[in-house]
C-alpha cells in the first residue's frame, strides 16, 4: 500500500507540506468512515493496525483518533478498542440538544409526538440551506417533544427526499430510539456536525396551542443545520423550546 504522502496527494486532499502528518492520518480515517468500511458501531483497526497501513508511527495515528473522538466521531472504550460512533449510544443521543432541565424532576423521561410527515416542493428558502434546487422534493417532519410529560420542544424539520425515501409518521413512532438513530442505521445518513442560530420568539396561536402556553409567551427558537461527511447540509431544524423549567446550555472551549 502506498505511504500517507502518495495517498493523500493522489486523492487532491493537500499536499503534506501543508498539513501536519496526523490531520492527513485523520483526513485518510474520516474517508474510510464516509466510506462505510466501518459502520457506527463496530470497530475500528487498533493504532498499530492502523500505523501499519498508512506507514506512520503509532503516536501519529493516536494523535488523529483523539481528535475524532473529541468531535464524537469515534468512541474509545477502555480496554476494548475504539468505535465508531453511534447516534444510538445513550452519551450522544441527544448530542445536539442543548436543552437542561433546571431539576432533576424535570429531566423525563422524553416522549416524541409525531404530528405530521409528509413529501412536498421544497420552499425556496429550505432549499437554499440544504443545498438542492429549487423545487426538489423534501420531507417534512413536525413533532412535539415532551419531558416528563410536559410539552417543551416543538420541531419542524426539513430532510432531502433523495435521502430519506420512505420515511413515514408510522416509521418515525415505531422506532424506539433516538431520530438520529434511524437516519443512521435505516437510511445511512449520519449527522456529524450542526451549526445553530438562536433568538428568542413570541408564541404564536398554533405554536401556544401545541406546547400548552398562552399566546406571546417567550419561546427560545432554535435553527439547526446538521451536516454528514463532506460538510454535506442534510437536516433542518426549526425548534421551539419553552424554557420555564428548562435553560439552554452550551460548553465553549
Known amino acids: 500500500m502506498p505511504g500517507v504522502a502518495g495517498e493523500v496527494s493522489a486523492s487532491g486532499v493537500g499536499s503534506p507540506s501543508f498539513s501536519p502528518l496526523y490531520q492527513q492520518i485523520k483526513s485518510l480515517i474520516l474517508r474510510s468512515l464516509q466510506a462505510g468500511e466501518w459502520r457506527p458501531g463496530e470497530a475500528i483497526p487498533s493504532e498499530i493496525e492502523l500505523a501499519g497501513r498508512f506507514k506512520v508511527s503509532q503516536g501519529t495515528v493516536r494523535k488523529a483518533v483523539d481528535e475524532l473522538a473529541a468531535e464524537n466521531l469515534l468512541l474509545r472504550r477502555q480496554g476494548k478498542g475504539t468505535y465508531v460512533a453511534t447516534h444510538a449510544e445513550e452519551r450522544v443521543q441527544y448530542r445536539f440538544l442543548r436543552l437542561t432541565p433546571d431539576l432533576p424532576e424535570y429531566a423525563g423521561p422524553v416522549q416524541r ?131 420555564e423549567y428548562h435553560h439552554y446550555r452550551n460548553e465553549l472551549n
Open 113 to 243: 409526538e409525531f404530528l405530521d410527515c409528509r413529501r412536498l416542493r421544497a420552499p425556496a428558502d429550505i432549499a437554499r440551506l440544504l443545498q438542492l434546487k429549487a423545487g426538489d422534493m423534501v420531507v417534512e417532519v413536525r413533532r412535539v417533544m415532551h419531558f416528563a410529560g410536559k410539552p417543551v420542544v416543538l420541531d419542524d424539520i426539513w430532510l432531502p427526499g433523495h435521502l430519506f425515501k420512505g420515511l413515514t409518521a408510522e416509521r418515525l413512532s415505531d422506532y424506539k430510539g433516538p431520530m438520529y438513530g434511524l437516519f443512521e442505521t435505516e437510511f445511512g445518513v449520519r449527522m456529524i456536525r450542526a451549526e445553530e442560530k438562536v433568538r428568542a420568539v413570541a408564541a404564536g396561536e398554533v405554536e401556544a396551542a401545541l406546547l400548552k402556553v398562552t399566546v406571546g409567551a417567550p419561546l427560545l427558537s432554535v435553527e439547526r443545520l446538521s451536516h454528514t461527511y463532506d460538510d454535506q447540509p442534510v437536516e433542518l431544524r426549526r425548534g421551539l423550546y419553552m424554557t
